[in-house]
């Protein structure tokens, strides 16, 4: 199946700095990839819509000036969480669609701890 | 917007025995109903996935049925082994490269 990474797998930060995290498809092209963020024992929250080639689109309530998202090319797109404070600390997932065809469906990376100290 | 309702919150079975979670969905344009399992620390795998013109999936161990009058969908797990253990996710949406509704999850405790 279809293979989506993400880097790092986990990072430390100080509070105030930004981090960035990179998703990438690697073996299919994905015009479109999915933010999601997770706090323990929760669900999956979308976050964003990563559009490639134009601006991401923002779910409610989701501050689209601190999580930045670019969407550079067909198999990577980053999020760049600005100034982090330690309520930001979360797991964060992404994932594009693809498969073609039948087999259609959303593929997710193994996803990126953040914790903000 | 679409809300997923998903049940029970946790599931504990004995090894062998079959596992059976609930999911609900609100809007009736949503036609694809994927389940993930999610193992603590990594990210979610898909094990099975459904589509509205069908009314159950079945592979090995796992099915999927759905019911798109009540607007319901089920995971069953058959002969459950310690490996099944993990949480379990639904997902509603208006097609599968479209944004994903989660449900709540449900955290499956298979013992031995």
């Known amino acids: 199946g279809a293979v989506v990474s993400q880097h790092p797998s986990r990072v430390i930060c100080k509070s105030g700095t930004s981090v960035k995290i990179e998703c990438r498809s690697l073996?299919?092209?994905?015009?479109?990839m999915f933010w999601y963020r997770q706090f323990p024992k929760q669900s999956l929250m979308l976050m964003a819509t990563?559009?490639?080639?134009?601006?991401?689109?923002?779910e409610q309530g989701v501050e689209k000036d601190k999580f930045l998202i670019n969407h550079a090319s067909l198999t990577l797109s980053t999020l760049t969480v600005t100034s982090a404070h330690p309520e930001d600390s979360s797991f964060y997932i992404c994932?594009?669609?693809?498969?073609?065809?039948?087999?259609?469906?959303?593929?997710f990376g193994p996803g990126t701890r953040l914790t903000v100290l | 917007g679409e809300n997923v309702e998903q049940h029970p919150s946790t599931l504990s079975v004995q090894e062998g025995d079959s596992a059976v979670i609930k999911c609900t969905y609100s809007?009736?344009?949503?036609?694809?109903f994927p389940w993930y399992k999610q193992e603590l620390g990594k990210g979610p795998q898909l094990i099975i996935d459904?589509?509205?013109?069908?009314g159950e999936k079945k592979d090995q161990r796992i099915a999927v049925t759905l019911n798109k009058t009540a607007k319901h969908f089920s995971l069953h797990i058959t002969e459950t082994q310690p490996e099944d253990s993990a949480v379990y996710f639904c997902?509603?949406?208006?097609?599968?490269?479209?944004?994903?509704?989660f449900g709540a999850g449900t955290q499956v405790v298979v013992t031995p």
């Open positions: 994932s594009a669609p693809g498969g073609g065809g039948a087999s259609d469906t959303q593929y």
């Open positions: 459904i589509r509205s013109n069908v």
């Open positions: 997902a509603a949406s208006t097609d599968s490269w479209g944004k994903l509704q």
């Open positions: 990563s559009n490639e080639g134009s601006k991401a689109t923002y």
């Open positions: 073996d299919f092209q994905a015009t479109t």
């Open positions: 809007d009736s344009a949503s036609n694809y």
